[in-house]
């Protein structure tokens, strides 16, 4: 009787652990609390865990996985380096993902490009961030500077950065006090190249969502009249 009372009490224990981690699992791949756009289906995770981590990520001895994350490492330390998303297809979206500026990075950027040739870039500063976006020389767009955001400096501290795409209009925020709000002709673009740029060592990346966007949310204009 004493064996068998144990075994159950093992197996609820097991049962129980699988419980949490699931329901764990279930709320870090959550909706994104988005401002624009509907989120829809998740099209894209990435945790960097060593055992799942995805074979779609290019990158070398410039970064590794380290504590659960993407850490761009001091190989080539006075170079800027990308690792970038093989065969992405993203247009209406919205783009999630944790990181910690450390080390000498200053400059860390998510850049997103079609047809030979970028369309966005989200660069995130210690003190402030911003939205570009670049020239596409065939169709007569120079580059352009969509707005900056103010924000303070968190050293060594995990962040979450949330990107959202809808036709021409694309949105960048930390939280309800630090955003950007951009509107630009060569965003409304499906979205074939897809990467993290640094620009020296120390920094890291993790917890990499891309949910497709349904639609704009109804009271997107109200909310855009009040944040711009």
């Known amino acids: 009787m004493r064996t068998d009372e144990m075994t159950l ?14 329901t764990a699992r279930a709320q870090a791949l959550a909706a994104p609390h988005s ?6 289906e998740l099209v894209f995770s990435e945790d960097f865990d060593p055992e799942t981590v995805s074979d779609r990520w290019g990158f070398k001895a410039d970064f590794a996985l380290r504590d659960g994350a993407l ?3 001091n190989v080539n330390p006075t170079e800027s380096k990308r690792v970038f998303l093989k065969d992405p297809s993203f ?3 919205i783009i999630q993902f944790d990181f910690k500026l450390s080390g000498k990075t200053t400059d860390l950027r998510l850049v997103t490009g079609s047809g030979g040739g970028y369309n966005s870039v989200t660069r995130i500063h210690r003190e402030h961030f911003q939205l570009n976006t670049p020239v596409d020389r065939d169709a007569g767009i120079v580059p352009s500077h969509l707005g900056e955001c103010v924000r303070n400096p968190r050293p060594d501290q995990w962040q979450t950065m949330t990107v959202e795409y809808w036709g021409d209009e694309m949105v960048a925020r930390l939280n309800d006090n630090e955003f950007v709000v951009g509107k630009h002709p060569i965003i409304d673009r499906t979205r ?3 990467a993290f740029q640094f620009d020296l060592p120390g920094s890291s990346i993790d917890n990499v969502r891309v949910w497709k966007a349904t639609g704009q949310r109804k009271n997107w204009p109200e909310t855009r009249d009040k944040l711009t």
């Open 192 to 194: 074939k190249y897809f």
């Open 71 to 73: 850490l761009r490492t």
């Open 9 to 22: 009490r093992l197996a609820f224990s097991l049962f129980s652990i699988c419980v949490i981690s699931a």
């Open 35 to 40: 401002l624009m756009c509907t989120p829809g």
């Open 91 to 93: 247009h209406n979206t």
